[in-house]
């Protein structure tokens, strides 16, 4: 080859270390930098970095060498926050992507435990080998007592001094100022206390120590009834990861909170100290110092909510997902993703086990056991001499209660024979407050929340209407602010409180209480009364979905659901699913101990499946039906869904963008959008809302797909534009 002329051989450019940052902001991409020579930096490193005017905060996310010309800004600085564990990173990085996240957004949220300054060092002083030289009375005091280091405020306390005399001895280097310990995350101890397996627990124990043994990627499905002892049996693959490796880490993924103190407790005395708790309650400064204790591998056993999956773990060798069907695995606001999924993808993707535990798995976890995805260790039957309930259906057509009440006579009747025998009843409801809708018996008037299309739920124990979706509250009128009628508005349907007046009035000597997320608002209310349940201080416990799960209330013997048809109105995809494992969760919680529990149910539609299957107890019969009306429709788990929800102050321009982007739909096989249609509630707040739904195969890219669809057609900046990607609320 002929060699080119002088004028076109470029100088040999020296290559230079680069970086790629994503700065914590909406941005789809990450940045490059120049790293100063001086800078030793690694891949995690928080950094600032100019961006425009402004200097940004970042993560160091590639390092490279290049000498590609370009023009790059240096990086600013680096900042003293733990490193990012690269595996912790790469995972979050990933999620943003699934989730069409921009990167920055993503990682903001995973890092906003940093926001909070680190704690300050405490500082202690202790007495030095120094013969104090004439010491004042009170100087002479504190010096006696300064023999181990205390804080100047101890000292100056325990000597009945100001703090001012500490800091005077210091000047006089009669007193030494020395750091305390920092408080440390006790480790936990795998051989603490071993708990003696039943038969089929010891079991389910060896298979799932079968699974471990084979080291990689194991995801189990630990399926038992509720009371047959799965705690007790994940607890064993807790003990067996932390021993086999004294670095590794564990999370233990519980639904709720109120759930999380009773789990607590249990794993407190397996393994000799508290496990590390996060969840909504903690503090900033507590976050601060969990993050910091996760990212040093000091905490090792983490019990928490969804977003305790965002934890910048080192050598996290084990998930456990409890209660793995629960709707609340799913984050709905901000970046809306499913814990639960994003957890197995975890395990998979660092080659770790994750079990998912429940009585009643979710249809997309059951199939996969079902085809062999996932290993299906199964609990038969409840621990100890405990039975399952007997559950029976109540037609309402033939026994509708007296107008103006709302339990049956067979349920009354029940109910009188279980106080009689001095045994607990549980009347589940999962509605909150009065009533759910209060309208106006002159006009016809329906309250609705401000500009939002939800209505208003009448409490009456704070007299006030109430709109549970925007939080809007407001004194009860008296006069109907339609038409002005005075005393007209009337509460219509039941909730919780209605249930507890109707008690009052039947059994006026039974001592009912409410358990909803009204009445314990947070860990200590709700011990506070699941204490008093267990003390036999309540006869009739009137309860939401917050009593359904988790609690064992031994002398508790029926349950009474009020109506059991509520979760299967409003039609969406899970909704039979959802209310078949909540009413079984609710009637699995009689008869816990030695004494039969017996569960009513209350439906106007005992011919439909879910109603059929409970009674039947088949929980069987009733996954075969769903999963085939799902299969027809290739509806999760048999497809995938992905949904694009917008809103706007503006209906016209709404609707403009919403027909412009039904228009940009890419024509691609095996996928379907659709929509546009009006958003069941279709105002919230004063925005407007449209959604569409994307239904794909399940072999097809659905990201990709709504990826090159959103970006093909810019919205307006007045439009938001909100993406879901398995989508559980279609509200
Ligand atoms: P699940 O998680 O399946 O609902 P749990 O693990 O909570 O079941 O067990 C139900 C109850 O039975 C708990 O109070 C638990 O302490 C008790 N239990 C279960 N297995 C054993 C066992 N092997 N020895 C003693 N108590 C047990």
């Not at 549980?426 to 329906?446: D, H, I, K, T």
């Not at 007209?488 to 009912?512: C, D, K, M, N, Y």
């Not at 039906?625 to 809103?647: H, K, N, T, W």
């Not at 809302?689 to 097809?700: E, H």
Request: net charge neutral; with cysteine; glycine share 6%.
């Amino acid at each position: 080859m002929d060699s080119p002329p002088d004028s076109l051989i470029e100088a040999p450019a020296v290559a230079t270390r680069r970086a790629k940052v994503v700065v914590l902001a909406p941005m789809d991409t990450a940045l490059d930098y120049l790293i100063p020579d001086d800078f030793d930096l690694s891949v995690g490193d928080h950094v600032w970095v100019p961006l425009g005017h402004a200097k940004v905060r970042g993560v160091v996310v590639e390092l490279y060498d290049s000498a590609e010309a370009a023009k790059l800004k240096p990086v600013a600085a680096r900042i003293d926050d733990p490193r990012v564990p690269e595996a912790s990173l790469r995972f979050w990085l990933w999620a943003a992507a699934w989730t069409l996240t921009a990167p920055g957004t993503f990682l903001k949220g995973c890092l906003q435990a940093l926001k909070t300054p680190k704690a300050q060092a405490r500082h202690g002083y202790v007495r030095r080998e120094v013969e104090a030289l004439k010491p004042t009375a009170k100087q002479a005091r504190v010096l006696e007592l300064a023999v181990l280091p205390l804080t100047a405020a101890e000292l100056a306390q325990a000597a009945g001094v100001t703090p001012g005399v500490v800091q005077t001895l210091e000047k006089k280097g009669w007193l030494e100022k020395v750091e305390l310990s920092r408080e440390g995350f006790a480790a936990p101890d795998p051989d603490h206390k071993t708990p003696s397996l039943n038969a089929d627990q010891g079991a389910a124990d060896r298979l799932l120590q079968n699974e471990w043994e084979r080291q990689g990627f194991a995801p189990v499905l630990l399926d038992g009834v509720t009371g047959s002892g799965k705690t007790e049996v994940y607890l064993e693959s807790v003990a067996r990861a932390l021993r086999d490796d004294p670095t590794a880490q564990v999370l233990v993924l519980l639904p709720e909170i109120a759930l999380t103190t009773a789990v607590m407790g249990r794993l407190q005395s397996r393994f000799g100290v508290p496990p590390v708790q996060w969840h909504s309650a903690v503090s900033a400064s507590q976050r601060r110092r969990i993050w910091d204790g996760v990212a040093s591998g000091e905490a090792r056993l983490i019990v928490g909510a969804r977003s305790a999956l965002f934890l910048p773990y080192t050598n996290l060798k084990l998930i456990v997902i409890d209660e793995e069907h629960d709707g609340s695995y799913k984050q709905e606001e901000g970046v809306r993703y499913q814990a639960r999924d994003l957890a197995v993808m975890r395990a998979h993707r660092d080659g770790f086990m994750v079990v998912l535990a429940s009585a009643t798995p979710s249809l997309e976890t059951l199939t996969n056991a079902q085809k062999g995805r996932y290993q299906w260790v199964r609990l038969e039957s409840r621990h100890g001499t405990a039975q399952l309930p007997d559950i029976a259906l109540i037609d309402m057509k033939t026994h509708p209660p007296e107008k103006g009440f709302w339990l049956s006579d067979p349920l009354v009747g029940e109910i009188l024979a279980t106080l009689q025998r001095r045994e607990q009843v549980l009347l589940f409801l999962n509605r909150r407050g009065y009533a759910p809708l209060v309208l106006c018996r002159a006009c016809g008037e329906r309250m609705t929340s401000p500009k939002t299309d939800s209505w208003l739920v009448e409490h009456k124990s704070t007299g006030r209407l109430v709109c549970h979706l925007t939080g809007f509250s407001m004194k009860k009128p008296d006069r109907c602010p339609h038409c002005g009628a005075l005393e007209s508005l009337t509460a219509i349907g039941p909730g919780v409180e209605r249930i507890l007046e109707e008690v009052h009035e039947r059994f006026p000597q039974a001592r009912a209480e409410i358990f909803s997320s009204d009445t314990t608002p947070d860990a200590d209310s709700s011990a506070a009364l699941i204490k008093r349940v267990e003390n036999h201080e309540i006869d009739i416990l009137i309860a939401t979905q917050a009593a359904a799960k988790g609690h064992n209330f031994l002398n508790l013997t029926l349950v009474g659901i009020v109506d059991a048809d509520l979760g299967l109105k409003g039609g969406d995809l899970r909704a039979a699913e959802r209310t078949f494992q909540l009413l079984a969760q609710a009637t699995g919680r009689a008869g816990r101990a030695t004494k039969p529990g017996r569960a009513l149910l209350q439906t106007y539609t005992p011919e439909h499946p879910v109603m059929q299957a409970l009674q039947a107890q088949d929980r069987e019969a009733f996954y075969a039906y769903e999963q085939m009306s799902r299969d027809i429709a290739r509806f999760p788990p048999f497809g995938r869904l992905g949904a694009v929800i917008l809103s706007a102050k503006d209906n016209g321009l709404l609707n403009r963008y919403a027909r412009e982007l039904a228009l940009a739909i890419p024509n691609t096989e095996g996928i379907d959008v659709y929509g546009p249609a009006d958003a069941p509630l279709s105002l919230v707040r004063g925005m407007w809302r449209k959604r569409f739904l994307v239904r794909a195969d399940r072999n097809r890219d659905l990201q990709g797909f709504m990826n090159a669809w959103l970006k093909s057609l810019k919205a307006p900046n007045a439009v938001r534009v909100v993406t879901d990607i398995e989508p559980y609320s279609f509200l």
